[in-house]
């Protein structure tokens, strides 16, 4: 494994936390209107649930800036659009995203990263067909990028199979990629 794959491993282990994964997708973010200024990243899902019915989901944009301000900046600057004031009338008032901290450290200015929440009320609400047919849609029409395919991993009545982990799964879709 090189370097920079076990750099990779280790950081989304951190990121990893407690929560409860259901799918990814790598996606290209466009900077401007020229197509070959973009920016890789991954989007990872997650559900929480308050209760058996009701919850929300996650949605975690993780873009490498390579610690670049500028870059840093554009990319904070596209996500400033879930602020924008005529989204309210659009979006359900159980939407959120949260404005990314300043990092602190040098190694948090190498990634930029985002958090978008979506309230459910049914169990259904947070269905795959709902993600492919709202939530994604949604996004991208408010920001300038483009998912590759959906990755799901199994579940068995929303627990994570013990075949392999969430993580091992996002690892080994970044190593393909590079």
Known sequence: M???????????????G??????????????????SNRKDGVLKISRHNINPETGFLKFTFIVDVYGDKLIRKQVLDLFARFHDNELGSETDPDFMYIRPPEPASQKDKAWFIAEVFFHFDTAEGASKENVYKFFLPFLTL?????????????TD???????????????????SKF
């Open 142 to 154: 408010r920001l300038p990028l483009e998912f590759s395919d959906l990755q799901w991993w199994d």
């Open 157 to 175: 009545n929303g627990e994570s199979t013990k075949k392999k982990s969430a993580i091992a799964t996002i690892t080994d879709f970044i190593k």
């Open 18 to 35: 407690a929560e409860n994964f259901i799918g990814f997708s790598a996606f290209d973010l466009f900077l401007d209107d020229d197509e």
């Open 2 to 16: 090189s370097e920079s794959a076990a750099d990779i491993e280790k950081q989304l282990a951190e990121l990893r």
